[in-house]
């Protein structure tokens, strides 16, 4: 069983950089969703997508960051001129749609962002 | 914004002991899921009780929702070192189910050897 797959596992960039992460979900699972995690906190969500639609972004999403799905299957998470305030874990999940009843999600390992 | 809020913080137990810990959300729900996070890792569903439902069980996990108290409720019976890890409640509450999870802090679980 193939889960969900995240590249890179760490990325260390400096202050002003752009960075982008990609997640390769379950291939049966047509939701892809994004969370950031810091020290300490649950997870946050950031996004979702249904297939290639983007279906609900969150105000934590900022003009600088930018996620697509473009074929409906793996998505990219882009940060554009990187702040300190990045630096945190990336988490992508993905599930069966809403038509195949409540469903868990399923998480990859995350990337783990620093700016120095 | 995280809805849930999980308690305690911290629990520290002997392997062996029962391990109890409570969630509390706030607005209406389609599901609470429970998830477990080992450190550096990614989260692994534990468990998912619809707002229709009110215990649910997984082998040594038990889950308990009240939804008129808005709080549920995972134990974990005869607890493993293995189990050492943090432990977070998520609420789907959007308009369809399989939306996004709002998330409590989390309970970090010690189980002593």
């Known amino acids: 069983d193939t889960g969900v797959s995240q590249d890179p596992r760490h990325k260390i960039t400096k202050r002003g950089q752009n960075v982008t992460f990609r997640c390769d979900p379950i291939?049966?699972?047509?939701?892809l969703y994004w969370y950031r995690q810091t020290l300490g906190q649950g997870p946050e969500f950031l996004t979702y997508?249904?297939?290639?639609?983007?279906?609900?972004k969150s105000r934590l999403l900022s003009d600088r960051f930018s996620a697509e799905r473009p074929k409906g299957s793996f998505s990219t998470l882009e940060i554009q001129r990187t702040e300190q305030g990045d630096s945190a874990m990336y988490l992508c999940?993905?599930?069966?749609?809403?038509?195949?009843?409540?469903?868990?999600?399923?998480f990859g390992d995350g990337t783990r962002l620093s700016i120095l | 914004s995280q809805q849930g809020e999980e308690d305690p913080q911290a629990l520290s137990i002997q392997e062996g002991e029962n391990a109890t810990m409570n969630c509390s959300y706030k607005?209406?729900?389609?599901?609470l899921q429970w998830y477990r996070q080992n450190s550096g890792r990614g989260l692994v569903h534990l468990i998912l009780i619809r707002s229709n439902e009110r215990e649910k069980h997984s082998g040594r996990l038990r889950v308990t929702l009240d939804t008129s108290k808005k709080s549920s409720s995972l134990l974990i019976t005869a607890s493993r070192a293995a189990d050492t890890a943090s432990y977070f409640c998520?609420?789907?509450?959007?308009?369809?189910?399989?939306?996004?999870?709002?998330f409590g802090k989390g309970i970090t679980l010690s189980v002593r050897p």
């Open positions: 997508f249904q297939n290639e639609a983007q279906l609900e």
């Open positions: 999940a993905s599930s069966l749609s809403a038509g195949a009843g409540d469903q868990p999600q399923h």
């Open positions: 291939s049966e699972h047509n939701r």
């Open positions: 998520a609420t789907d509450e959007g308009s369809g189910a399989n939306s996004k999870l709002t």
């Open positions: 607005t209406s729900i389609n599901n």
